[in-house]
């Protein structure tokens, strides 16, 4: 089965900075990209950002670039999210996914999201 | 303002049937196959229930079912029953520049 598991989120100050983590079991884990999606207050779903399998390549929304980092360490079945300069319309509840497809053979069906995690907190504001 | 646009509520009884709809743009619905549908339980992990328009995961029920017609695709709930009552979000493939779009979401109420 499985399992994504995020954690990291917490209440920061603008212009601050967070790293939010995510943990996964259940599948080989390094075969797959991950995306993180996240939901503000009272709004709908915004898809983050998308890393390959391999770490190598990212996309981003046009929101976060330049300000937010995505890693993943396939050793240890984790992605990051480095959040860097923190607005109070980044608040949300940030959820990793893992897409749907293996990342060798999507398309545009790399953006179809089959697994999700609870979801964790980020909250900026002073 | 969210890319592609769903009603913000719809509502059925138990046992009746209902349709959502996600207008998007040639751009993104109307250009792709990709269009998957999710379900929100406040508290839980969001749920996948619909991709390539009209494909099911395996464990979700017969009674969600997909479609497209142009730039409109629909999620289709038939024999409503009271834990289908949850945010329902469409979201479509968008191209190689925007990749991903959402709908803003549509809040089903099971009367």
């Known amino acids: 089965e499985v399992q994504l598991l995020e954690s990291g989120g917490d209440l920061v100050q603008p212009g601050g900075s967070l790293r939010l983590s995510c943990a996964a079991s259940?599948?080989?884990?390094?075969?797959?990209?991950m995306s993180w999606v996240r939901r503000a207050p009272g709004k709908g779903l915004e898809w983050v950002a998308t890393?390959?399998?391999?770490?190598?390549?990212?996309f981003s929304a046009d929101s976060v670039k330049g300000r937010f980092t995505f890693s993943r360490d396939n050793s240890k079945n984790t992605m990051f999210l480095q959040m860097n300069t923190l607005r109070a319309d980044d608040t949300a509840v940030y959820y990793c996914?893992?897409?749907?497809?293996?990342?060798?053979?999507?398309?545009?069906?790399?953006?179809?999201?089959?697994?999700w995690g609870q979801g964790t907190l980020v909250t900026v504001s002073s | 303002q969210s890319a592609l646009t769903q009603p913000r509520s719809v509502s059925g009884s138990p046992g009746q049937s209902v349709t959502i709809s996600c207008t998007g743009t040639s751009s993104d619905v109307g250009a792709y196959k990709y269009v998957s549908w999710y379900q929100l339980h406040p508290g839980k992990a969001p749920k996948l229930m619909i991709y390539d328009v009209s494909k099911r995961p395996s464990g979700v029920p017969d009674r969600f079912s997909g479609s497209k017609s142009g730039n409109t695709a629909s999620l289709t709930i038939s024999g409503l029953q009271a834990d289908d009552e949850a945010d329902y979000y469409c979201c479509s493939y968008a191209g190689s520049y925007t990749l991903v779009v959402f709908g803003g979401g549509t809040k089903l109420t099971v009367l």
């Open positions: 996914a893992k897409n749907l497809v293996p990342w060798a053979y999507c398309g545009g069906d790399c953006y179809i999201f089959d697994s």
């Open positions: 259940g599948f080989t884990f390094s075969t797959y990209a």
């Open positions: 890393i390959s399998g391999s770490g190598g390549t990212t």
